[in-house]
Every structure is written in C-alpha cells, then in structure tokens.
C-alpha cells in the first residue's frame, strides 16, 4: 500500500525521493500551487520576504546527494532556493509523485491505516502517513493590552521593505527574521525602534572570508561534547564580534547551542551605527503611543511582531501526536508512541540542520518502515521511553529543538539499529 507524504517543501521533497528509492510506493500532495513549501515566495504558507538570503550557507542547506550549484554565491537567495528544489524534484523525478493546489482536510484512523478527506472532498486510503507540513506558517502574536492606532502586523505577510518608508517602526522581536526585518526599515523607514526581550548569540555570516557554518556537518569540533563546542566556539565569537553587551542588547543566558543563534553581520553594525534604536518588552499600547516595561513612550506608526509561529496540526484529532502543552512530544521529533503509521518530518529547530537533516530522518522513516519485526519491536521500546519521559528541557521554547551535531549522531545509529 501507498504512504502519503503532506507537503511538498524540503522536508516532504525529501520523503518522496527516499521513499521512492527505497522502493515503498508514495505520493504527495501540497496545499499551495507549486512545490517548495517555504521557499514558495509569496505562496500562502510562506513567511519568506524579498530580502531573504539562506541563513545556513549552501554547503550545509543542501541535500548531501545534490549540492546547489558551485557559482551560486554562499548564501543564495530564496529564489535560488526555489530553483534547487525544483531541479532537485525533476533530477529525482518526483513531480509524477506530487499534487499541487489540493491539502488534506482530515486524516482519520481505519482498518488499512489512514483515510486522507482532501480539501476537494475526495478520500483515499494509505498505509502511513509522513507529515511534513512545516511550522513555520501559524503566526504566533502576543496579546498586548490597550489600544493601537496605527498599523500592527506579524512577518508572515512582511513581504517588501516599501511599507517602511517615511514610517517610525517598531519591529519586535530578535529571531533572524525580526534581525533581518530591522536590517530592511533601516534603509526606509524614518525611525527604527526594537523591541527585545532575550539575548541571543550572534554569528557572522562570513569568518575569514568563509561562511561561518562551512564543515559544520563535519568538523572535528562536532565530535566534541556540545558545552565544549559552545566555549570554543564562544570564544571564537567574543573575538571577532564582540558581546551582545556591548551593542547594548540583554546578555545571552543560555549556552551557544542551547538556541539557534542569530546569523547577520548587519545588524550589530546598524545597533552600532545608531540606526536602530533598542527597547525592551512592550507593557502596553495607548493610542498612537507605545509604551514599554520600563516605562519608556514612543510614538508609532508601525508595529510588526516577529515573533515567531506555532507548530499546528489542524487535520488530525488532537492526541494523536502525543502533545504536551500543544508540541508533539516524539522519539527523535518523529515517531509518534503509538505504531499508527504517522511520521512527522521537518518539525525541527536549531543551526546546521538544512535540508540534509530533514532528508536524514525521511531515511530513517523509510527505514523504519522496510525493518523486520524484530528491529521494529526494540525500536518500539526505544519510542515508548522517549515519549512516556517529560521532554528535556534542552529542546527549548519550540518543544522541537535540537542540538543538530548530536541530533544527527542519534539519526545516523537509529537508522543502523533498524537495518
Ligand atoms: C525567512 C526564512 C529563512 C529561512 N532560512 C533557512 C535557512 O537558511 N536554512 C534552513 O535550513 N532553513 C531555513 N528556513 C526554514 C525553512 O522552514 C526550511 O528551510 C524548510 O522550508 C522547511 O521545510 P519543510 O518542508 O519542513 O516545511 P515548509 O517549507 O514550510 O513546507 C511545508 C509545506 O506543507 C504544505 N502543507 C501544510 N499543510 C498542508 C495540508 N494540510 N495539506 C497539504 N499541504 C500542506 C505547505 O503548503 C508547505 O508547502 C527559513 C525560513 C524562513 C521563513
């Protein structure tokens, strides 16, 4: 019987290729009109905008079989990043495989497995299912009291920095898109405010002329245990950037790779520049005003929230992915604790992962579902433990971090244990 993969973004592009290698019939549907999940610019379950350049370099973004082109510079814009998915679909053949402009409405539990209800109503039935919806789509917006008279809005509908002209903005929050934003209102808006809650570390997207993450999948310091890494690399960092102090922004209270850092040589600059002027968290809005925990009033015209999304799964009944405080709880952020057939690929945090660690775990679905009973029944074991434990704190905020170097390392032995 046929697997259904939802989503046809890397993650799902990804499945489809190892499924279909590995001889396990498939096929895939995706909600928006094209593939490239994300790197759909402008497609409605994208959050990219015009300015985006890949954050990981290209090296370590792409598929380990099919490496982007070796003239595309280091970090590719988001439509080279289209273009590669698309030509890594037609040089594995996978468009046959894949449904465009249809999503599935509801997946219901039956005898054979899963029954998919699409958005046109047809049903079909399926062994499994590999859900690679992405995360990044479901805006996360604070609630914040009082009233605003000016504009509000959440990145995912930031597309061009023309709104910013003449404008005094205030962007909030410090992840790499509220950074990258805060680099776009600086050359159009007439004011930048920034509103910051944690510090973060940050990395340069070039070191001695290199990109920063390059031999990060492979570098001897990936062996290391990750606090070790967390002080070289730390130390490495304090040198050639400086402390998040010194531009004026909250000091990190976590390790290096406890979070995913912040990837931008820009905005340090324009913090130090004076471009960008610095506030804390938002307390409450009054009128055209704007005022901050501290006390501090401003006046706004703009306010945009990046602040980040929320992992859903509106198409199965809630339990299934044995959620805690709304996250799917999973072994290795995959495997369900029931043997229901449902895989969730893509729901993953943190730096160095790219497209290649999204392609690791299709590996190790695909694994899973060729294995024999007997490597089924001890894998099952393992599933059972991780879920019925409370989910480490190490996996963060998200619920769904990981610390790649490691990450990849228990990829790499799960997949051996089931051949
Ligand atoms: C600005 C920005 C910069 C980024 N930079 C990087 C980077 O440098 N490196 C990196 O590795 N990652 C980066 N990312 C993260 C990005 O999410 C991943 O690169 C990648 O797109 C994740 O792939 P995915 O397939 O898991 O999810 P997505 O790309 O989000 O694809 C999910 C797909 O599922 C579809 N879908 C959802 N629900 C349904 C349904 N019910 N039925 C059918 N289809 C459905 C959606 O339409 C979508 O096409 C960035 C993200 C953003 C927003």
Redesign the pocket.
Known sequence: MTHLV?????????AVKTFRQAGLAVEA????PD??????YG???????AS?????SKG??AYEDFPMPADWPA?PH?AH?LQYLRDYARHFDLMPAIRCG????HLTRNALGWQAE??DGTTRDYQGVVI??????VPEMPEIPGHFDGQVMHAKDYRTPDLFTGRRVLIVGMG??GC?IVVDAVHHASEVLWSVRRGNHFVPKFLGGRPADEGGRRGIANRLPRAWRAKLHGAVLRFVVGRPEQFGLPKPDHGMYDRTPI?NSLVLQHLGQGDVALRGPIREFAGSEVVFADGRRDQVDLVLFATGYRATF??IEPGSLNEVDGVPHLHLNIFPPDDNGLYV????EGAG???G??ALQAELIAAYVRARPEAVATFRRAVAATCSRPRPAAQGESGFFVDYAAYRRDLVAAMAALR
Not at 6 to 14: N, T
Not at 345 to 348: K, Q, R, S, T
């Open positions: 939802i989503g046809a973004g890397p993650s799902g592009l990804a549907v995706d909600r928006q593939i490239g999940g994300q790197w759909l497609g409605a379950a994208s959050a990219v905008y985006t350049h890949l954050i990981s370590p973004t970090y988001h990043a249809i999503g599935v409405r699409f958005d690679a919806n992405g995360h990044l789509t790499n898109t990258d990837v509106p198409f690929a893509g729901l993953l992962i790219g497209w660690g999204r």
